[in-house]
Structures are given as structure tokens and as C-alpha cells.
């Protein structure tokens, strides 16, 4: 590798997943019932289903996770022998405020972040931190409406600053909220409640109640960016959006300005936490579309002291646009228009796998904000099938992290991009977010649970451990 393709000292090689997703221990602890939890397990194709509270007879993977809760120390010992510099997961809501509107937080749930975090530090690993991931309390969703319900700001408020003064001298690098523009997809239910314990659809004016709920998180997350500085100045507080690059499926004009307005309607999550204040487009949409957002006379003045120190984001995949497609309608994002990208391959999940676009998402985004970016969540979802001697040769995963930061690499090293780390989602395989499935794995380290019901969570290493270890250590030259 050419001497000019060097990622700078102290970048941060880590892996990344969310307290929902791998914990499990859902009664433990005190903990009280998350989002997460009223969620049943689907496949490809059959939908998650959120039931009305914790109902019998069904199957809720997230209550057992990957049983991390229980096996953290081990876990931490594997992502210091792959040589992570920082671990990224999240803080369970409701492990800290149970219900989410006590006064008093929940000790025995603090006590395990510490000893999570301590158990890291002894490694020289990093935590980095999510302070929500598709895992609000349930009862703030039962009895105020989520973050609809404007009092939810305030109870958020709380929560983060209990943790942020907590763990003030172990935590350095924050997030707000995790993938805030996927309620862009108010269409399809999972996507607003993930975000914020909304199901859009049964408002009476769904995109509008879309909006309203981004405003409170958006002053949610001014009002935690200044408090966390007046906590600790070294804080880094980043946003959080999924990144999926929306592309004109032909050089026609009226492609190009779809893909642009396509967007306009992610970007305004990240542009209003970076910036401070909404932009222009979105302005317009509420007064063309005659939307009316409840705002406070302060929150102008919140949201310009609350920027974003940095712009956390997920990518995945691209996806591509054409204006005489119509009514074609996708899942992810839920915009009109989406069509296949015939240059790309697709996973089984039919994700679009396209490292170029990683090298184009980092440029458009450092262009936009002109502040450090941290990828935080990178992968492939698979189906596993270890070979006769047990072992899991996962080279397709490695071909696409390599893909990846190959691009990153150019992305850093042609194009100037700051960038502060690379943090590959599901390091130890975890629950699937979208279906719920065990068998949809992205991990280093394999966890063995089954979607059949069969395994006892025990862990191994696959392939790709090594593959990781050795690109770490070489600091990305050996890929
Ligand atoms: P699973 C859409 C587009 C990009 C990332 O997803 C997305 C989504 C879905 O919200 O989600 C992130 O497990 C999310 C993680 C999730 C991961 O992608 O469905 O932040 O919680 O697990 C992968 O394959």
C-alpha cells in the first residue's frame, strides 16, 4: 500500500453495537420494559410485530440479546485481542430510568455501565457512547405518546445528564440519537417506533407528526450537546444519521433534482444538529404542505447553542432514484421512485453493496458540515455456515469491509476528509434490528443462537477475527 494512503496515529479501529441489540437481561437489574422488548422476531420478508406490552405466547428476541449482559468480560477480552482502540454500544434508557419519568435513577443500572466501562479501560479501549438506540422506555410511550409528547424532552434531558456527569471521567465520545432520519420513513411502522416510539401512521397527519417529533429531538439533543460541554469541555458529541446516498438513476435533469430533493429529506436530521438551525427547503416543505410545528420561543437560541461536535453515521448501502417510477416504494427509506441500481450487487436482503459510495457519502458530508466524521456502523449481514471442521470462513465479509476501507482510505487520503474512526456494525453477532433474526450476522466473533431456537451462546472466532486484527495492527495497510 502506498505510503500516501495512511490513516492518521490514534485512529479509532473499533466495532460497534447497541445495548438493545446484544444485553439481553431484559428483567435484570431492575431494568424496566424497552421498545425494544414489545418487539417480536420476523425474517426477510415477514415483519417484526410490536405488540400492546410483553403479551405470552410470543417470541421477543431482544430479551435475551446475545446474553452480553452476562458475558461482557469475556467479550471485551476477544475486542482487545482483535486490538479495537474503542468499543461503541449504547446505554439501555430504561436500565437508568426504568420507566423513564422517575425522579431517581436506577443504581443497580448505573453500576453495570461502570463496570462495562472499567472492564474496556483496562484494555485502552474507548467507550464510545449512544445515549439512545431504538430503546426508549415503553411506559413513555404507553402513557405520553413518545416523543411526540413534548414532556419526553425533559425526561430525556434527565437521563443523559445523570449519565454524562456519571461517567464523565470514562467517557469521552458521544452520541445523541442513533439513525434519527430513519423516521423519514414514517411509512412503515417499525422505522418511527425504532426512532421514537411513534407509529406515524395513526396520527391523522402522519408526515407532520413526523416533523414534530424531530423538532423535540432536535432540541433534546441541543439542550445534552451544551450540558455535556459544561460537564466535561473534552466531550466529543456527535449526531447520528444512517447515510444511505440516494443517486439519479440517469444523467436526466429531472432524475438529478428527484435525487436532490430525495435528500433534502434525510439530510435535514443532520443539517439542523450541525448547523443549528433548519434549512431553508424544510421551511418552505411545512409552508407549502401547511404544517404546523409546535416550537417553544426558545428553542431558535437552543438549537444554535447545541451543535454537533462531529457527524456520527452508519453506511450501508446507496440506493438510486428515477422520476417515471412511481409508486415504487422503498423499505429502508420509504421514498417514491427507488429503483435497483444495475451497476451494484445486492445482499440477500436486497442492500445495495457499493464501497464507492462510502468514498462519495464522506465527501458530500465532511463537504457539507466541514467537521469530523466517525463511521460508526459498516457491514455485512449473512447467513453463517461454518465449514466441516466447524470453522467460519466468512471471506465475503471480509471482501466487503475491505471494499470499504479501501475507499475510506481515499476518501481520507486524496480527498482530505477528517475522520475520526471506523467502528464495523454487529463485531459479535447480535440480534438483527430490522427482522429480528439471530441469523442475519455480521460479527468477528460468532455467538451461536439460532433463529431454530438451537445454540447456547457460547463464542468463537471466525475468519474475519483475524482478518480485523491484523488490518488494526497494520493501522489499515494490510486489507
Ligand atoms: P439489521 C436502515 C439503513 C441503514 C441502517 O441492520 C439501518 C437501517 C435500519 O434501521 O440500521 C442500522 O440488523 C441500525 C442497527 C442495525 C443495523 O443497521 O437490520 O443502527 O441497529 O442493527 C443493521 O441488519
Partial sequence: MSAELQLPKGFLWGGAVAAHQVEGGWDQGGKGVSIADVMTGGSHGVDRVITDGVQPGHFYPNHKGVEFYSHYKQDVALFAEMGFKCFRTSIAWTRIFPNGDEQQPNEAGLQFYDDLFDELLKYGIEPVITLSHFEMPYHLVKEYGGWHNRKVVDFFVRFSEVVLNRYKSKVKYWMTFNEINNQRNWQYPLFGYCCSGVIFTEHEKPEQAMYQVMHHQFVASAKVVKLGHDINPDFQIGCMIAMVP????????????????????????????????????????WARKGYDIQMEADDAETLRQGCADYVGFSYYMSNAVKTDASGVDDPITGF????????????????????????????????????????????????????????????????????????????????????????????????????????????????????????????????????????????????
Fill in 246 to 285: 440516494v443517486y439519479p438513476f440517469s444523467c436526466h435533469p429531472d432524475d438529478v433534482v428527484l435525487a436532490q430533493e430525495s435528500m433534502h429529506q434525510r439530510y435535514v436530521f443532520s443539517d439542523v444538529q450541525m448547523r443549528g438551525y433548519y434549512p431553508a427547503y424544510t421551511l418552505k416543505e
Fill in 336 to 479: 417514491e421512485g427507488v429503483v435497483k441500481n444495475p451497476h451494484v450487487k445486492a445482499s440477500d436482503w436486497g442492500w445495495q453493496i457499493d464501497p464507492v459510495g462510502l468514498r462519495y457519502a464522506m465527501n458530500e458530508l465532511y463537504e457539507r458540515y466541514q467537521k469530523p466524521l466517525f463511521i460508526v456502523e459498516n457491514g455485512f449481514g449473512a447467513i453463517d455456515k461454518p465449514n466441516a471442521s466447524g470453522v467460519i470462513e466468512d471471506d465475503y465479509r471480509i471482501d466487503y469491509l475491505r471494499a470499504h476501507i479501501e475507499e475510506m482510505k481515499k476518501a481520507v487520503a486524496y480527498d482530505g476528509v477528517e475522520l475520526m474512526g471506523y467502528t464495523p456494525w454487529g463485531c459479535l453477532d447480535c440480534v438483527s434490528f430490522t427482522t429480528g433474526q439471530y441469523d442475519k450476522r455480521y460479527g468477528f466473533i460468532h455467538v451461536n443462537k439460532n433463529d431454530d431456537g438451537s445454540g447456547d451462546f457460547s463464542r468463537g472466532k471466525k475468519k474475519s477475527f483475524s482478518w480485523y486484527q491484523q488490518v488494526i495492527a497494520s493501522n489499515g495497510e494490510n486489507l
